[in-house]
């Protein structure tokens, strides 16, 4: 076997181990806080920000009012709309401020992570577990061989490809007539 075909291997069994660990329940009462909300606004750093910000576009391209926090055009957030949070460790400063902000504004804050008890849970109304290694370790726990936190990143955009896919199922929407939502000046 090629170092590619190894690497892969492990990228995908890794990906695989996660994803199919993710409690059903938790991604369906965040679509349906994404189906409540009037907005949707998207935190988070580094590569994190960049899976939140493919997520934001995927579920634009399916009508949904998507905002990236920090953004040029980005509104206020009220109380009928929703913030996602992306941090693994749900201890990075920024998100956690801009949470703490959302919550000041009465808005819904869900947090996709690996530790349902970090500092995030006090503004967190739900909580989306990604199975990777953090402090909490259960059965479903997957440790990666990859650097940094890459399976995490990974996971996450999957996760966001995964949650768009339902959306269109359980609403029926004929994939044909999204084309009327993606960018058209490129």
């Not at 000041?104 to 109304?125: C, F, K, L, R, W």
Request: hydrophobic letters at 40%; zero cysteines.
């Amino acid at each position: 076997m090629s170092n590619y075909n190894k690497a892969t291997k492990i990228l995908t069994e890794e990906i695989q181990a996660t994803l199919t660990n993710v409690k059903g329940e938790e991604v369906e009462a965040l679509i349906e806080a994404i189906n409540k909300a009037d907005k949707v606004f998207f935190v988070g750093v580094g590569r994190v920000l960049l899976s939140l910000q493919a997520i934001a576009k995927r579920l634009a391209h399916i009508g949904v009012q998507t905002y990236v926090v920090g953004q040029i055009t980005e509104p206020a957030i009220t109380d009928k709309d929703l913030l996602i949070v992306g941090s693994g460790s749900g201890e990075t400063q920024f998100p956690l401020i801009i949470a703490n902000k959302a919550k000041q504004y009465n808005a819904t804050v869900a947090h996709i992570g690996t530790n349902p008890e970090s500092s995030m849970s006090q503004y967190a109304d739900l909580f989306v577990r990604l199975p990777i290694g953090s402090k909490e370790v259960t059965p479903e726990t997957v440790e990666s061989k990859q650097p940094m936190k890459s399976l995490f990143e990974q996971s996450l955009l999957l996760l966001g490809d995964s949650i768009a896919l339902m959306m269109v199922d359980n609403k029926n929407i004929e994939l044909n007539s999204l084309w009327e939502y993606h960018a058209n000046l490129e």
